[in-house]
């Protein structure tokens, strides 16, 4: 069974940049597919951030790319999103989940503030 | 970018009922690449269908999708207590790659 379990600081000051990890289980992420972020702000709908192939390869949403990076770790199955220069607009519940053409696999998903 | 619309935003039935929720795309969406998803308070979204009309893994035949071109439906042929929650539709676009969701519907106990 596939398992996705994002990790990271919950609260982040304005204009500085947000980590997060994705943790991947049950499949290794070399053997295929591409890895993504999707966001949720609090009692809104969701938006999709980026994703990644094990290569490398990347896709971002163009409303964010000038701020996005998503990066893999194939050695600790895990894939790592940075957003920089957050603001309010920013807070959202971030979610981690394995991509082709939907979203079939997603971690529980973790709130991150944003707030000084 | 394609923008997906859904209506209603929201839907008030009972249980036994039959829902019917509707993903209209402001420009024709490959049936290949239409998706609906269920999320639940404090969890993430579960795929219900994928290709517009296949159900994805677990899914109970009662949940059902249908469309093409601009309109889509997601039909749920008798309410389950368990089945009131938000539902997305979802495209995916290659030129240039994208993925979009609607504002989603939210399906309450009338």
């Known amino acids: 069974q596939v398992q996705l379990q994002e990790s990271g600081p919950g609260l982040v000051k304005p204009s500085e940049t947000l980590s997060l990890t994705c943790a991947v289980s049950?499949?290794?992420?070399?053997?295929?597919?591409?890895w993504g972020w999707i966001r949720q702000p609090p009692g809104k709908g969701l938006e999709w951030i980026g994703s990644?192939?094990?290569?490398?390869?990347?896709y971002y949403n163009p409303s964010l790319k000038s701020r996005v990076t998503i990066s893999v770790d194939t050695s600790k199955n895990q894939f790592s999103l940075k957003l920089s220069s957050v603001t309010a607009a920013d807070t959202a519940v971030y979610y981690c989940?394995?991509?082709?053409?939907?979203?079939?696999?997603w971690g529980q998903g973790t709130l991150v503030t944003v707030s000084s | 970018e394609i923008v997906l619309t859904q209506s209603p935003g929201t839907l008030s039935l009972s249980p036994g009922e039959r829902a019917t929720l509707s993903c209209r795309a402001s420009?024709?969406?490959?049936?290949?690449?239409l998706a609906w998803y269920q999320q639940k308070p404090g969890q993430a979204p579960r795929l219900l269908i994928y290709?517009?009309?296949s159900r994805a893994t677990g899914i109970p035949d009662r949940f059902s999708g249908s469309g093409s071109g601009t309109d889509f439906t997601l039909t749920i042929s008798r309410l389950e207590p368990e089945d009131f929650a938000v539902y997305y539709c979802?495209?995916?676009?290659?030129?240039?790659?994208?993925?979009?969701f609607g504002q989603g519907t939210k399906l309450e106990i009338k």
């Open positions: 990644i192939y094990h290569s490398g390869s990347t």
């Open positions: 979802q495209q995916y676009g290659s030129s240039p790659l994208m993925y979009t």
């Open positions: 290709g517009a009309s």
């Open positions: 049950g499949y290794s992420i070399s053997s295929g597919y591409y």
């Open positions: 989940a394995r991509v082709a053409t939907t979203f079939d696999y």
């Open positions: 420009q024709s969406v490959s049936s290949s690449y």
